[in-house]
């Protein structure tokens, strides 16, 4: 409507317009005061029928130009863009995910999921179930997400869920359709499901790493790639002997993972979890060699 606005502004006149019942501006409900002011007064100038057809003929062409004016700048008109419009979303990203057994217990399922389309897939390690490993596939469609979990055992499990608007959680609910071998006293289950999207860390991070005997120790790390292949550099103040170290990792969910070589200084291998923004690791740090004693943990600080 502010395109209606700018228009009546442009034109020293006030336009109204109506939406008809199939969402197109309606012409003929198009009113401006000049035009009338100028009808009226020159109706009252003259009684001769040629002015007067004059009069209603510049009349149409001016509503007929402020209708071309307002189908050509969009105002009152419906878009398909619509806000309404629900847009794509996507399960791109690392998930942890929360099973619970309607009878037995809960378990764990987290991994990186990558989208084509609609169509999603990720490998997914699960703890508390009768697998460890297993693979997702399914569809997104809209916010509706449907797909297939296969476990190693072999079990299957049908998963149907919905994806939050804000893309970060989601929810739902499964049942095992078929389950053999260790997973056969699962066959027929149901439940529901929540999960929960973490961002990668990707950036500068810096934490006071506080250690058992000794000071603290200052690291910065500075992190880029992928959830399944992340890789940079670890920087040390502080330290008795460690300086800068190139570290890799990787991310599952919301679990972390980086290790890293100092050749003769020793190694170091940081664990521990990341919050769903990435804003925040809260890490476990356990260092080999002549630094051993600055083994320790810290909550490391995206950098702004």
């Known amino acids: 409507m502010q395109s209606a606005h700018r228009l009546s502004a442009a034109c020293g006149s006030t336009v109204n317009f109506q939406i008809r019942g199939d969402g197109k ?21 003259t009684t001769h029928g040629d002015i007067k057809g004059e009069v209603m003929k510049s009349t149409i062409q001016i509503a007929f130009v402020i209708c071309l004016i307002c189908s050509i700048s969009g105002c009152g008109g419906y878009s398909s863009n619509s806000s309404n419009t629900p847009l794509g979303q996507t399960l791109a990203g690392t998930w942890d995910f929360t099973y619970v057994s309607s009878t037995s217990g809960s378990a764990t399922v987290r991994g990186t999921f990558s989208q084509t389309g609609g169509a999603f897939s990720a490998s997914v390690a699960l703890t508390g179930t009768c697998a460890s490993t297993g693979m997702i596939t399914g569809t997104v469609s ?6 297939t979990l296969t476990e190693a055992n072999p079990e299957t499990i049908s998963v149907m869920g919905t994806l939050a608007s804000t893309g970060h959680t989601a929810s739902g609910t499964y049942q095992v359709m078929s ?6 006293t699962a066959s027929g289950d149901t439940g529901t499901w929540t999960g929960t999207r973490t961002a990668t860390p990707i950036g500068p991070y810096s934490a006071m790493v506080r250690t058992a005997d000794r000071l603290p ?8 790639g992928e959830p399944s292949q992340l890789s940079g550099t670890a920087n040390f103040t502080n330290s008795a002997c460690l300086h800068s170290i190139r570290v890799t990792g990787t991310q599952s969910g919301k679990h972390l993972e980086l290790r890293g070589e100092s050749g003769n200084d020793g190694s170091i291998v940081f664990t521990g979890t990341v919050d769903p923004e990435a804003r925040n690791l809260n890490l476990t740090s356990v260092v080999s060699g002549a630094c051993q004693a600055e083994s320790g943990s810290g909550t490391f600080t995206k950098m702004q």
Do not use: E, M, P, W
């Open 217 to 224: 120790v200052n690291v910065i790390l500075n992190l880029n």
């Open 25 to 45: 501006d309606s012409c003929a409900a198009v009113k401006s005061s000049k035009v009338r002011q100028f009808v009226q007064s020159a109706q009252g100038r």
């Open 142 to 147: 809209g916010s509706a997400i449907a797909g």
């Open 179 to 184: 389950a053999t071998g260790a997973c056969a």
